[in-house]
């Protein structure tokens, strides 16, 4: 289903496509390459809305490319190319791949996820609430629901084939992997977030926290993979109107949460429609985050 020019869900004929996830569809190009397209889907409380917004594909794709270059020097990661000029005739030859196509080297990825978390929310919270830590991480008594964190904590994953991924500690996630890589995706991913945090800071985002992936190339070498700190894999919140103590405003998905909370919707899917006032404002939001980061405008595709 594809709106006047949105991209709901693709297909490239003759390349063979490997996963479509909520948001992303993946195509093995090669060997050695996949393509990942980022769709205009939108998901919310877990659920795919049947409303496409409009370029979020490609201020996803534009963001993680602009993390990718700022972080490469404390990782290698899997990005060849974001231009999809430099691709293969099949994929430079259709029009609405364009801007939301990242070509990547394929690797055999750790079955991790590799969680960073700055402030307390989600299931950090929840696990928090119960118990008084997060993955084996005692935390001070009396925080507060989007606390900030003493300092930033490690917070693996499992990744789950289907439903909620599941927090576990970090002798568990030594368990999954080696030792030696566990030790060093933790400290990786740590300063991965340390380096962007501070920069979002200065732009007047909070990254309250985010999930990276690594995968192992065919030449043995660890890479950074995956989308990195776009807002579908990362809490964003407005800096200006932070305060803890309960649910902050989502930057990107304020206006979709808000209208889906006066329906009489038991969020089980099928999801319903969006209006277009708030698919609209849904848009203005995701290249206000580009804006802001990058300090440019996102230029179309
Ligand atoms: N370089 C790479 N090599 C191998 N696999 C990769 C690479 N980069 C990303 N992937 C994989 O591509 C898949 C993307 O699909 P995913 O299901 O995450 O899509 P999504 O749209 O982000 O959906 P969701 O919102 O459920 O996360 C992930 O399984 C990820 O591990
Ligand atoms: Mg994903």
């Not at 065919?218 to 890479?223: P, R, S």
């Not at 995701?286 to 996102?298: I, P, Q, S, V």
């Amino acid at each position: 289903m594809t709106g006047a020019s949105t991209v709901s869900e693709t297909s490239i004929v003759g390349i063979e496509l490997i996963h479509r996830g909520k948001v992303r569809d993946v195509y093995q190009v090669s060997d050695e390459q996949y393509l990942l397209v980022a769709t205009d889907r939108l998901s919310a409380f877990d659920c795919i809305l049947p409303t496409p917004i409009e370029r979020k594909g490609a201020v996803l794709t534009a963001i993680s490319s602009f993390w990718f270059d700022k972080l490469k020097d404390i990782v290698p990661n899997h990005l060849i190319t974001t231009d999809t000029n430099e691709m293969p005739e099949s994929i430079r030859n259709i029009p609405e791949l364009r801007g939301r196509s990242t070509l990547v080297k394929k690797t055999k990825v750790f079955p991790v996820e590799c969680v960073v978390r700055g402030y307390l929310e989600g299931s950090g919270w929840k696990d928090y609430l119960a118990t008084g830590r997060i993955s084996g991480h005692e935390l001070p008594a009396g925080l507060k629901q989007c606390s900030k964190l003493p300092e930033p904590i490690f917070t693996p994953a499992t990744k789950a084939a289907q439903g909620h991924d599941e927090n576990i500690t970090e002798s568990e996630f030594a368990e999954i992997i080696d030792k030696e890589t566990a030790s060093y995706l933790r400290s990786t991913s740590l300063e991965l977030y340390q380096k962007a945090s501070e920069y979002a800071a200065t732009r007047g985002i909070i990254i309250a926290d985010t999930k990276f992936e690594f995968g192992i190339d065919k030449d043995g070498e660890i890479l950074l993979i995956d989308e990195i700190l776009t807002p579908d894999s990362s809490r964003f919140w407005p800096a200006d109107q932070y305060e803890p103590g309960h649910a902050q405003p989502s930057f990107d998905k304020q206006f979709v949460r808000e209208y889906l909370e006066t329906l009489d919707w038991n969020k089980q899917p099928p999801a319903p429609p969006l209006p277009d006032e708030v698919a609209a404002a849904t848009t203005a939001r995701y290249l206000e985050a580009f804006r802001l980061l990058t300090g440019k405008e996102l230029p179309k595709a």
